[in-house]
């Protein structure tokens, strides 16, 4: 069974930094690619960035280019977001899924999330 445990999130002001972690268990975990979604009260849930099995290559949404990171650690089976110059329109629950569990921006099965609120 695929668990995702997300972790992290919090208050925090515009400007500000928050690193989140995604632990995962229930799959080889460095056979897959993964994804961080992200959904704010009231909109559809956003896809946000996925990096591939291995962490060779990385996208991103436009929203989120040039001040999020993602990265993994295969040997420790945990997924993460660095997120940088936080806006309030970051202000959403964060998720982490499987890449191959992603469409049509959802991803199912997902973890509890984590949330992340920004504001002065």
């Known amino acids: 069974e695929v668990q995702l445990v997300e972790s992290g999130g919090g208050l925090v002001q515009p400007g500000g930094s928050l690193r989140l972690s995604c632990a995962a268990s229930g799959f080889t975990f460095r056979s897959y690619g993964m994804s961080w979604v992200r959904q704010a009260p009231g909109k559809d849930v956003e896809w946000v960035s996925r990096i591939t099995y291995t962490g060779t290559s990385t996208y991103y949404a436009d929203s989120v280019k040039g001040r999020f990171t993602i990265s993994r650690d295969n040997a420790k089976n945990m997924l993460y977001l660095q997120m940088n110059s936080l806006k309030t329109e970051d202000t959403a629950m964060y998720y982490c899924?499987?890449?191959?569990?992603?469409?049509?921006?959802?991803?199912?099965?997902r973890g509890q999330g984590t949330q992340v609120t920004v504001s002065s």
């Open positions: 899924a499987r890449s191959v569990d992603c469409s049509g921006g959802d991803c199912q099965p």
